[in-house]
């Protein structure tokens, strides 16, 4: 990730695009991840757990939807 200095801008506005670009390219979440090992198990059970989530979150939104 980089950005470049724009003429007469300051350290603090430069740090803080380079710290929007970050988040938006989600690279902090990548690198978390990545810091410690997960057995794959583990991975399993977190994206079935996430799924789960996600699918009752998707109940949740049609039933408020047919309840309208």
Known sequence: MSVRLHPGESQ?????????????AR??????R???FTAPSELRRLQKQKAIRKARQAQRRRDRRNKL
């Open 12 to 24: 603090e506005s430069l740090l803080r695009r380079f710290r929007k670009e970050v988040m938006k």
């Open 27 to 32: 690279i902090l979440p990548e690198v978390r």
């Open 34 to 36: 990545k810091r410690w």
